[in-house]
């Protein structure tokens, strides 16, 4: 029998069933309520100027921002952009959007619905095993980039400024992501296409909108469970009031906190495995309340599946092992190891006995 949606229970205050009840887990409990992280704020509108060819000699300032840029992403993984040329009445504007969507009827919203084994579309989990834990969420995942690969089909006519607003704010998204992938290979003094040209010209870019709506067991009901991205980079617009994402950073929870005209910038796997672990992709989870709705706006970029990305060469030395083989279609492991309950990146790990051979 098909559960009743999220949307559903919330409404009604329902007891959520089994399937959406948090067992015991290698990362903690959610009763404890952790610390807020001090999660580092960096100015990346110091780079967009700087990085240019005519830029050869960076100013201080620039090195200390790039400095403190390969701190933040070789120990959590993570980091609020400041200076990232959004307007904090844009950002407004986005969030506005995504509610005026999520606000509609639930059959005007199934218009958009995804397809089974699709994650394109309006829903909730792809239910891959009876043993899956479900989120308590709802969303709607659309393609961004390349243009000629958007499902237009899947875009919400209503709210009527929908696809204007998401094709713009893609389009400044994407500026910041290539913008990132040229500071992190610099602030490893690399040349700066080091990152970007192993993604190649057509990065893949999905835009999902998450709407997290009050749980009446937040203690034992997750908004999302706890897992890494699978992507390079990770760029998040949290809801601007309501706090929910938390951080797993030196084996603990921390919370992450709301800087309304910040974006959150998360690496993924894929820049893991390109850093030969130097920068991390840290484990993340979003918790529920009893009280109010969340909303947030994750957009993650990759490269096509055929495209091969692995360690850069000039990051393996005698001091620093190849730690992760070349991989081809890195979404495609990940959500084999997600059926299977197994941590994608170690299956691309190479054994420490091989680390130097192995390509």
């Known amino acids: 029998m098909a559960l009743p949606s999220v949307e559903e229970m919330s409404i009604k205050g329902d007891e959520p069933p ?14 404890s309520s952790p610390p807020l992280g001090s999660i580092p704020i960096i100015n990346i509108g110091l780079f967009s100027s700087q990085l240019s060819p005519s830029h050869d000699h960076h ?33 407004d504007k986005v969030r506005e959007v995504a509610k005026q969507f999520f606000a509609l009827p639930a059959e005007e919203k199934q218009k958009y619905s ?17 043993k899956q834990v479900l989120d308590w969420s709802y969303r709607l995942t659309l393609r961004v980039f390349p ?4 499902r237009l089909h899947l875009w919400p006519q209503n709210p009527t400024d929908f696809g204007e607003m998401l094709h713009e704010y893609g389009t400044r998204t994407k500026s910041v992501i290539d913008l990132l992938f040229k500071a992190m290979a610099k602030s490893l003094k690399l040349e700066e296409d080091s990152f970007s040209k192993q993604f190649g010209d057509r990065v893949l870019m999905q835009t999902r909108f998450n709407f997290y709506p009050p749980c009446s067991r937040p203690d034992q009901v997750l908004g999302v469970k706890p897992h890494t991205d699978r992507s390079g980079i990770t760029i998040l617009l949290q809801d601007g009031e309501v706090e929910g994402l ?24 894929q820049m893991q495995i390109m850093s030969n672990g130097i920068f991390k992709s840290p484990m993340h989870r979003v918790v529920t309340n009893t009280e109010k709705m969340r909303l947030s706006v994750a957009t993650f970029s990759e490269p ?52 130097s051979g192995i390509r």
């Open 59 to 91: 100013s201080k300032q620039v090195e200390d921002e790039l400095e403190k840029l390969r701190s933040a992403l070789s120990s959590g993984g993570c980091f609020q952009a400041i200076g990232h040329g959004m307007s904090s009445s844009f950002l």
């Open 246 to 269: 938390q951080v797993f950073i030196e084996d603990r929870w921390v919370r992450v906190p709301i800087i309304p005209d910040a974006l959150l910038v998360n690496l993924g796997d």
């Open 18 to 31: 089994p399937e959406y009840i948090v067992k015991d887990s290698t990362f903690g409990s959610i009763e």
């Open 114 to 130: 995804r397809a089974v084994n699709e994650s394109e579309g309006y829903g909730n989990d792809v239910v891959v095993s009876e």
């Open 147 to 150: 243009e000629d690969l958007r």
């Open 304 to 355: 096509e599946p055929h495209r091969e990305i692995g360690p850069v060469d000039l990051l393996i030395d005698e001091n620093r092992p190849r730690l992760y083989r070349n991989v081809k279609n890195y979404g495609a492991i990940n959500y084999e190891c997600f059926q299977k309950g197994t941590v994608a990146l170690e299956t691309v790990r190479v054994l420490s006995m091989n680390a």
